[in-house]
């Protein structure tokens, strides 16, 4: 789509000056608004709806008393909002994400999360606001909307990995299926992938498919652990699926179809602990 666009002569004396502008602005939103992304809406809503199907009538209610009772954690406006923010509030930006690096061999605070402006830091910080019954409804509210957006976020394998200084594969050019499809690693990851399972089918369902996926196995599995060995395993998945296959160079690397299906299970696999673990964290903060 973009490209089409982009092609387009923009220079043609044929298209009025403001038709040029308005595409101007448009192309400048929507590679702004996909450098700023984490997974795309469909990611967070589908990991709240995971987390959903899991919680304690505590934590419904808790849940019903901050956001109001014609909201849901799996409504975009607040499974999105931190990203929607984003751009008004850059002190944000860095909480999305800790650039572990691909070489390490474990997750270092000192080195991957300095002064707690990374994603672990920030999940603790705000689950902490959550659970404060002291705190202001505003503030909880607002944590709530970062913690179910944060955990989605750092389940993608790229919000918790670099790799020679890739800023989480947005340095990473790529063509995507066929030659005209270009992108970045960091996007494909954030939306493209998803979008391709999906096909179209529709967001709810298909996270309620996964859901009934889960064996109780898997949830005794992704229960344990802290926000840092989340973190360091999806470090792990970037490792031994995301960056395979994928050289460094500066010339684009086209993805092939074996890379988009051999990968859907990582996809899914990560959205389905992200919703468990969601939905613990939440059952906690409401006890
Ligand atoms: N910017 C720098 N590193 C990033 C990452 N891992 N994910 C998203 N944005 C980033
Ligand atoms: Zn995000
Ligand atoms: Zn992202």
Known sequence: MM?????????????????????AVVLFLSVAVGRVGAWGWEGHIIVARIAE????DKAKAGITQLLGPDLKISDTSVA???????RDRPETGP???????????SYDPTRDC??????????????????????TTVSRAEALRFVVHFVGD????????????????????????????????????????????LKGEDVMQY??????????????DWAGGSVAEWAWESHQQAVAHTYAGVPIQST??????????GNREVVETQLMRAGIRLSILLNKAFQ
């Open 53 to 56: 199907q899991h919680l304690t």
């Open 80 to 86: 999105s909002w931190p990203d929607n923010i984003r």
């Open 252 to 261: 684009p690397v086209n993805l092939s179809p074996q890379y988009v299906a």
């Open 207 to 220: 996270a309620d498919q996964l859901n009934s996926r889960i064996t109780p196995q898997q949830m005794k």
């Open 154 to 197: 750092m389940h993608q394998p790229l919000h918790s990995t670099e790799r020679n200084h890739d800023r989480g594969g947005n340095l990473v050019k790529i063509t995507f299926l066929s030659e005209s499809q270009a992108g970045n690693l960091h996007s494909v990851w954030d939306s493209i992938l998803l979008r391709q399972y």
């Open 95 to 105: 909480w999305h994400y800790v650039d572990i690096p691909f070489e390490a061999n």
């Open 3 to 23: 490209m089409r666009i982009e092609s387009t002569n923009l220079s043609n004396r044929r298209i009025p000056v403001c038709v040029r502008t308005m595409i």
């Open 114 to 135: 300095q002064t707690g402006q990374c994603v672990v830091a920030q999940i603790e910080h705000f689950a902490a606001v959550l659970t404060d019954t002291n705190a």
